[in-house]
């Protein structure tokens, strides 16, 4: 059964609180790998568009890699959210 937050908070406010703020840093750190996500995105894009003669340049293998990390962490962030506020 869900536990009522206000009760929590009541009950136990330094540990309310600080899984409260917890949530919200993961939130922060959360904003901020979709924006590097965004930003990587466009540039594989613009580059994917450009083309290429036989294989993909290092730097266009690398970027996919870090894009696939971003996207890894971002999970990884979601599931420390839910962790937090459950």
């Known amino acids: 059964m ?14 309310t609180l600080t899984a409260a703020a917890y949530a919200v840093v993961l939130l922060a750190a959360l904003v901020a790998t979709l924006w590097a996500l965004t930003r ?9 568009r450009a083309g290429w ?11 996919t890699c ?8 971002d999970l990884l962030l ?3 959210i839910i ?3 459950s």
């Open 78 to 80: 979601i599931a420390g």
């Open 2 to 15: 869900p536990v009522n937050p206000f009760i929590s908070l009541f009950e136990t406010p330094v540990a």
């Open 40 to 48: 990587n995105y466009l540039w594989l894009e613009a580059n994917y």
């Open 83 to 85: 962790h937090t506020l």
């Open 66 to 73: 870090g894009t696939l990390l971003i996207v890894a962490i």
């Open 53 to 63: 003669q036989l294989l993909p340049p290092l730097e266009y293998v690398l970027r």
